[in-house]
T-cell receptor
Framework: AQSVTQLGSHVSVSEGALVLLRCNYS??????LFWYVQYPNQGLQLLLK????ATLVKGINGFEAEFKKSETSFHLTKPSAHMSDAAEYFC????????????WGAGTKLIIKP | EAGVTQFPSHSVIEKGQTVTLRCDPISGHDNLYWYRRVMGKEIKFLLH????????ESGMPNNRFLAERTGGTYSTLKVQPAELEDSGVYFC?????????????FGPGTRLTVL
């Protein structure tokens, strides 16, 4: 069965530091991979997605993620954290075997220290 | 263009009562989805509408949950009778095309607390 593991329910970084949020998935067929962000009191917003093609995907607000098939990973990065990046981030996978349902990770809360 | 809206934003009810959650998708989006997140756990798929038809309801937890989408516009999710374990945040999403690679646009969620 498909699953998504996000390492760390909370990640704390200093403003200006590198942001790295980890996501590993399990899928026996080519997956679609997504990162969503939820700011306080708002709905989930798509940051970026991988479907096919280039494995390095750029998203909004300076975020990017790289699909590494050999490592079954789709880690999210941003070179320099801003205070406005404080939010909860969700990794999700979908594939043909799951009838393209989104299978979600448990979420990672990103805390930005001034 | 208005996004996905959900009503109410919060609902507190007692065990055994009935609650109805509403979702208004983005205009023109045929696909509508319901998800639930129990506190501290991952978001779980509940069901998927294409227009007024239920395309996939494999995630509905039991027959206390009833979802409808009359006329293929807004959708309601009724919980009757509510149990303690139904507490959580219920998200609605919509998309133009079928899911897979298509982006789903999410509403802010309804936080349901069952006492």
């Amino acid at each position: 069965a498909q699953s998504v593991t996000q390492l760390g329910s909370h990640v704390s970084v200093s403003e200006g530091a590198l942001v790295l949020l980890r996501c590993n998935y399990s899928s026996s067929v080519p997956p679609y991979l997504f990162w969503y962000v939820q700011y306080p009191n708002q709905g989930l917003q798509l940051l970026l997605k991988y479907t096919t093609g280039a494995t390095l995907v750029k998203g909004i607000n300076g975020f990017e993620a790289e699909f590494k098939k050999s490592e079954t990973s789709f880690h999210l990065t941003k070179p320099s954290a801003h205070m406005s990046d404080a939010a909860e981030y969700f990794c999700a996978v979908s594939d043909m075997d799951s009838n393209y349902q989104l299978i979600w990770g448990a979420g990672t809360k990103l805390i930005i220290k001034p | 263009e208005a996004g996905v809206t959900q009503f109410p934003s919060h609902s507190v009810i007692e065990k055994g009562q009935t609650v109805t959650l509403r979702c208004d998708p983005i205009s023109g989006h045929d696909n509508l989805y319901w998800y639930r997140r129990v506190m501290g756990k991952e978001i779980k798929f509940l069901l998927h509408f294409v227009k007024e038809s239920k395309q996939d309801e494999s995630g509905m937890p039991n027959n206390r949950f009833l979802a409808e989408r009359t006329g293929g516009t807004y959708s309601t999710l009724k919980v009757q009778p509510a149990e303690l374990e139904d507490s959580g945040v219920y998200f609605c999403a919509s998309s133009q095309g079928p899911w897979g690679a298509n982006e789903q646009f999410f509403g802010p969620g309804t936080r349901l607390t069952v006492l």
